[in-house]
């Protein structure tokens, strides 16, 4: 059995659909109409001991309601889920003593009391042996460089120092499995970094398992060897990031330099013009027809420089997120069937 | 660790970083304690008011009533200094989704909802009931006690606060089907308006008794303070004892009911968007 296996998995919500209004609003207190969300919609995932993968997705896409339903905070609506070997939303101490999961947009330390006392409360929770408390508080102090912060109260903290400190309590009891809901979210550039880097070197060493969410395809080029894009709650994708580029994106950006300062003029007939500064030129080529472009350019004009290549990431996804947005409007707009009911 | 006394131990962590927090800001703190002593001395000289035009209530003469009303302040003073923020802010958890947290941690969820955060200022008023127990218990006739009462006085404020406590926790429990309940301090206010009072008040016409058996059996309010009260106050007497055995038998029924609403509750939560 795969150290975390997904069979079928779903969620489904009843949102009450509130009208603008005060009219509406009073109108809502007596009579209700809801909404089926479906979160969720039948995933199957396995990931093996030691893999780090990114859930990519839009908002709403039910990565983060998938990360949650791992971590036993809700119970699914169907489907089934075994992290090494247990049912997450039974909830066993067992389970609860070996994972993490660190939400970059909530906070569990006390808000007023310095981040130690944090940890020694964790440490009891946890039931962590002294020696090993001290041992990995000092080990992730020096790797994030916040051992002068320890005593500083936490509403005190910039929100990357903060982050930080919510990576140490939650890494604490040295959990084999370790779900990350944006923890880079509202970091800037450097603290981002920061965190990747940590990241990263602890999964290297520690081995442990992870599952990150992040809009930041800096993240995950960073960290990933794996990637699953989740839509409308359903995989579109299992693979490497690099495979998401072949999969998913039908073009190729063609830089041609020209002699001269010249530009042909006859250049729309080979691909898309993106960008054109004399003498450099940007083309959009599709994939297929990249041979017969080059050659007929090469033939036809004297080029100092060229170079092949693949879309920015960036593009790909969020061409991607689109295009899989469109199809589920068409589907949603059959699975939206309202349900009517009094409360 | 042995497992039995990890919760003491996280007990005392609680209450040791909540009075840490409080202290930060002991401005606040001092003007917490004054103004719930100041509250309970208002109390109390309101019903020295009512003691110098009446030699006693349906019963209770003055000094009877003051352990009643010592009573009153200790099982008050703890259930709002243990209880009352954790219940407060259990709604405010399930409205912010910060539940969450609670939810992953390798310990009883109830146990950690309960006590995490202790009002340290609440417990103020617990030293004041002790002053005030003192003082009635020199001037009141001791003759026909029975030994035994000083024991199960302590013993029927602990069932006490749990009847409280369990009520309390169950209504905030009902949050996480609501979505959101800030109705505790309201609740707070109408309940313990009904137990501050010795039930003997509640007789003569039927609205009395009929309020009376709903806030003994059905909600049993009126027990947490008055079994003990008794107790304190006067010689045991037979025909009380059925109200004591009552009284053990609604704590635990009341414990038991609390920790399945909290559980079938729990299997409801939606967690709030991230």
């Known amino acids: 059995m795969a150290f975390i296996e997904i069979r079928g998995l779903q969620k489904s919500y009843r949102v009450y659909q509130k009208q603008e209004g005060l009219l509406a609003s009073l109108t809502g207190l007596f009579h209700r109409e809801y909404r089926n969300?479906?979160?969720?919609?039948?995933?199957?995932?396995?990931?093996?001991?030691?893999?780090?993968?990114?859930?990519?997705?839009?908002?709403?896409?039910?990565?983060?309601?998938?990360?949650?339903?791992?971590?036993?905070?809700?119970?699914?609506?169907?489907?089934?889920?075994?992290?090494?070997?247990?049912?997450?939303?039974?909830?066993?101490?067992?389970?609860?003593?070996?994972?993490?999961?660190?939400?970059?947009?909530?906070?569990?330390?006390?808000?007023?009391?310095?981040?130690?006392?944090?940890?020694?409360?964790?440490?009891?929770?946890?039931?962590?042996?002294?020696?090993?408390?001290?041992?990995?508080?000092?080990?992730?102090?020096?790797?994030?460089?916040?051992?002068?912060?320890?005593?500083?109260?936490?509403?005190?903290?910039?929100?990357?120092?903060?982050?930080?400190?919510?990576l140490i309590a939650a890494l604490l009891h040295s959990p084999e499995v370790l779900f990350l809901d944006e923890p880079t979210i509202g970091l800037d550039v450097i603290a981002q970094h920061n965190i990747q880097k940590f990241l990263k070197h602890y999964q290297e060493v520690r081995r442990v398992t992870i599952l990150l969410t992040s809009h930041y395809m800096k993240d995950v080029a960073a960290l990933c060897q794996r990637v699953v894009v989740i839509a409308e709650g359903q995989i579109m994708y299992d693979g490497s990031l690099a495979g998401v580029v072949d999969r998913f994106s039908t073009h190729k950006v063609l830089t041609l330099q020209f002699a001269g300062d010249q530009i042909p003029s006859d250049l729309d007939q080979y691909g898309e013009l993106i960008e054109a500064v004399a003498p450099k030129v940007k083309l959009r080529v599709d994939r297929t027809e990249i041979p017969k472009v080059l050659a007929a350019l090469l033939a036809g004009h004297t080029i100092e420089d060229v170079s092949v290549e693949d879309p920015p990431l960036e593009e790909v996804i969020a061409d991607l997120f689109v295009q899989s947005s469109e199809q589920a409007g068409k589907k949603s707009k059959e699975v939206l069937a309202v349900g009517h009911s009094g409360r | 660790m042995h497992n039995f006394l990890r919760y003491p131990r996280l007990f005392?962590?609680?209450?040791?970083?909540?009075?840490?927090?409080?202290?930060?800001?002991?401005?606040?703190?001092?003007?917490?304690?004054?103004?719930?002593?100041?509250?309970?001395?208002?109390?109390?000289?309101?019903?020295?008011?009512?003691?110098?035009?009446?030699?006693?209530?349906?019963?209770?003469?003055?000094?009877?009533?003051?352990?009643?009303?010592?009573?009153?302040?200790?099982?008050?003073?703890?259930?709002?200094?243990?209880?009352?923020?954790?219940?407060?802010?259990?709604?405010?958890?399930?409205?912010?989704?910060?539940?969450?947290?609670?939810?992953?941690?390798?310990?009883?969820?109830q146990f950690m909802l309960s006590l995490r955060r202790i009002n340290w200022s609440s417990l103020g008023n617990f030293f004041v009931a002790g002053i005030l127990l003192a003082y009635a218990l020199q001037h009141l006739d001791q003759t026909g006690f029975h030994p035994v009462q000083y024991f199960l006085y302590p013993f029927y404020i602990l069932c006490g606060v749990l009847i409280l406590y369990s009520v309390m926790f169950s209504l905030a429990a009902t949050s996480i089907w609501?979505?959101?309940?800030?109705?505790?301090?309201?609740?707070?206010?109408?309940?313990?308006?009904?137990?501050?009072?010795?039930?003997?008040?509640?007789?003569?016409?039927?609205?009395?008794?009929?309020?009376?058996?709903?806030?003994?059996?059905?909600?049993?309010?009126?027990?947490?303070?008055?079994?003990?009260?008794?107790?304190?106050?006067?010689?045991?007497?037979?025909?009380?004892?059925?109200?004591?055995?009552?009284?053990?038998?609604?704590?635990?029924?009341?414990?038991?009911?609390?920790?399945w609403i909290f559980k079938r509750a729990l299997e409801s939560y939606r967690s709030a968007s991230s």
Do not use: C
């Open chain 1, 37 to 166: 969300v479906h979160a969720v919609q039948g995933i199957d995932l396995e990931v093996e001991k030691g893999e780090f993968v990114a859930f990519l997705g839009p908002n709403g896409a039910g990565k983060t309601t998938t990360l949650k339903l791992l971590s036993g905070v809700i119970s699914p609506s169907a489907g089934e889920a075994r992290v090494m070997g247990f049912v997450p939303w039974e909830r066993t101490n067992e389970y609860r003593r070996r994972f993490a999961l660190v939400m970059g947009q909530k906070n569990q330390l006390w808000w007023d009391l310095p981040a130690a006392e944090s940890f020694r409360l964790h440490q009891q929770i946890y039931a962590i042996a002294p020696t090993d408390f001290d041992r990995t508080l000092g080990e992730l102090t020096d790797l994030l460089d916040v051992g002068k912060l320890l005593n500083q109260p936490v509403r005190e903290l910039s929100l990357g120092e903060r982050m930080k400190m919510e």
């Open chain 2, 12 to 109: 005392y962590t609680f209450a040791r970083n909540s009075l840490i927090r409080d202290m930060t800001f002991r401005a606040n703190f001092l003007i917490e304690i004054l103004s719930n002593i100041g509250w309970m001395a208002m109390n109390l000289g309101f019903y020295i008011l009512v003691f110098s035009y009446t030699k006693s209530i349906e019963g209770w003469d003055q000094y009877e009533f003051f352990v009643f009303i010592a009573t009153t302040m200790f099982i008050n003073s703890l259930v709002q200094g243990l209880f009352m923020p954790n219940a407060q802010e259990l709604s405010e958890l399930v409205r912010t989704g910060g539940l969450d947290y609670a939810l992953l941690k390798p310990i009883d969820t």
């Open chain 2, 178 to 259: 609501l979505g959101r309940n800030q109705s505790l301090y309201d609740f707070w206010f109408y309940i313990t308006n009904f137990s501050r009072y010795p039930m003997e008040i509640y007789g003569g016409n039927a609205l009395g008794s009929s309020l009376r058996t709903i806030f003994t059996f059905v909600i049993p309010v009126l027990i947490v303070i008055n079994v003990p009260a008794r107790m304190m106050a006067m010689p045991m007497k037979p025909e009380y004892n059925y109200l004591a055995t009552f009284a053990i038998v609604a704590t635990v029924v009341s414990l038991v009911a609390s920790r």
